[in-house]
Structures are given as structure tokens and as C-alpha cells.
């Protein structure tokens, strides 16, 4: 666990932070060398540029091969994706799209090219899966700009839908960290509602998706981690008026 290297089939979806984190603490790093070495910024994105298609040929060619590199094969795979954020971020470019007006038609793009490349390729980072590296950047830079113009809409027009989604939003951490043992509880009320044997309870992720039976999944991943999450707060909160009145 302190070097990253255990997991859980029930904590699988931890990868995520993971990863995260070493693409972050690689990225930093390798930046404050090149600050240190070179005072031009931009020769800074040029290396940082290079170092990302490096890493990104590297990560394909794992992908490829079946090679995992002690969990460094996703690391070097997604390295670019920080890359580029950074990048957008550095250029103002989603504030230039705002001001001529380009985001929601970029976003509608975007969405296009989603549905059409949802049958067109394979991308699943968690086993470091990419079919093709030019349709994992494409895809991915898709998401990014229609996630981006959907919470600039939501910021706009402020509804209770969108109270909710922000609320979500901000308690994702607990939702990654417990969905997964959340989906068990559907497990439980399939197998008891068909008369199927105890151990499909076992089944990961999910027992099922006929029918309605994903919008159960749905409901129950993200309700009973905010419900555990918001039953701790409030103990500890309790906990601790107790506390403070003993002492006093």
C-alpha cells in the first residue's frame, strides 16, 4: 500500500488516484528541472512537449505488448493528458473560446465525435487498454471540451439538477472509493428476487445490466457512499460536542 502497489478487486477503481498522483508529482518534477536549467518558457512546454509523445509512444507500445512496467504503463500513457491541460490552461484557450463564442459549437463537435468514435475504438486506461494513440487524444480532448461547456452552461443557469450535480461533485472521492462495495446491495436484491445462488452476490462489478438494473446500480453507487459519508461526519461532529463538553 505505501509504495502503491497492493490493491482490492472492491477498491479496484483507486487506480484513478494513483495514477494521479504520479503523473502529477513526474510532471512537477520534471518541470522545476527544466525551470532550474532553462529560463525560456516556452522551450519548457517544447521539452515537456516531446517528453509527453515520448511517454505516450512508450504507453501505447505497453499497451501493445501486454507490458505493465510496475504500474508505470498507465503513467506514461496519460502523461500527455497533463501535458495538455497544462497547456490550456497556460494559453487561456477555453477563455478565448468563451469570448468568440466557439465553446458550445466546439462542444456539440465534441459530442459528435463521441458517439461516432464510441464504436470506432477501445480506450480503457484502468488496464492501460488504447487501440490507436491519435483516437485516444481525439476522445479524450472530445470529453474535456463537453464536460468544460456543460458546467459553464450549469453555471449559468442554476437549477436544483445542478445544486445536486455540484454536491456530487465535490464528494466524488467517497463515490470512487465505495461504489463498488454499494453495488453489492443490488447484488444481494437480485439474487433474492430471482432465486439465484448466494455466491453471484460475488459477481464484480456488477451481477447484472438487463433492463432497468443499471439505474438501480446507478442510485445505489452514488446514494449509500454519500449516506456513509454524511452518517461519519455527523458522528464525528457529535463525538466531538460531546468531548468539548466534558471538558468544559
Known amino acids: ?6 490493491s482490492t478487486q472492491i477498491g479496484g477503481a483507486l487506480w484513478f488516484f494513483q495514477v494521479l498522483l504520479i503523473v502529477l508529482i513526474v510532471y512537477a518534477a520534471f518541470e522545476y528541472i527544466l ?20 511517454l505516450l509512444i512508450i504507453g501505447y507500445y505497453c499497451s ?18 497533463v501535458y495538455l ?15 468568440h463564442n466557439w ?8 459530442f459528435i465525435s463521441l ?3 464510441y464504436h470506432r475504438g477501445y480506450i480503457a486506461l484502468d488496464g492501460n487498454h488504447i487501440d490507436n494513440p491519435l483516437f485516444f487524444l481525439l476522445m479524450s480532448s ?6 468544460y461547456a456543460i458546467a459553464v452552461l450549469m453555471e449559468k443557469h442554476r437549477t436544483w439538477i445542478n445544486e445536486a450535480l455540484i454536491y456530487i461533485s465535490r464528494h466524488s472521492v467517497v463515490i470512487v472509493a465505495l461504489h463498488f462495495l454499494a453495488f ?21 462489478p456488477v451481477l447484472t445490466t438487463d433492463g432497468t438494473w443499471w439505474m438501480f446500480y446507478f442510485i445505489v453507487g452514488v446514494v449509500v457512499p454519500l449516506g456513509i459519508e454524511k452518517t461519519w461526519w455527523c458522528m464525528k461532529q457529535l463525538l466531538c460536542s460531546r468531548l468539548k463538553r466534558r471538558r468544559v
Open 85 to 99: 491541460g497544462s497547456l490550456i490552461k497556460q494559453k487561456n484557450v477555453m477563455e478565448k473560446l468563451g469570448a
Open 142 to 147: 472530445s470529453g474535456w471540451f463537453l464536460l
Open 1 to 6: 500500500i505505501i509504495f502503491l502497489k497492493a
Open 103 to 110: 465553446l458550445f459549437p466546439l462542444a456539440g463537435v465534441s
Open 35 to 54: 525551470c532550474v536549467i532553462l529560463k525560456d518558457e516556452k522551450k519548457h512546454f517544447l521539452i515537456q512537449g516531446c517528453a509527453a509523445i515520448l
Open 184 to 204: 453489492k446491495i443490488v447484488n444481494i436484491i437480485i439474487v433474492e428476487c430471482l432465486n439465484m445462488p448466494k455466491y453471484m452476490i460475488a459477481a464484480f
Open 64 to 81: 501493445l505488448t501486454g507490458k505493465k512496467l510496475h504500474g508505470f504503463n498507465r503513467v506514461c500513457s496519460v502523461y500527455i493528458l
Open 115 to 117: 458517439c461516432v468514435g
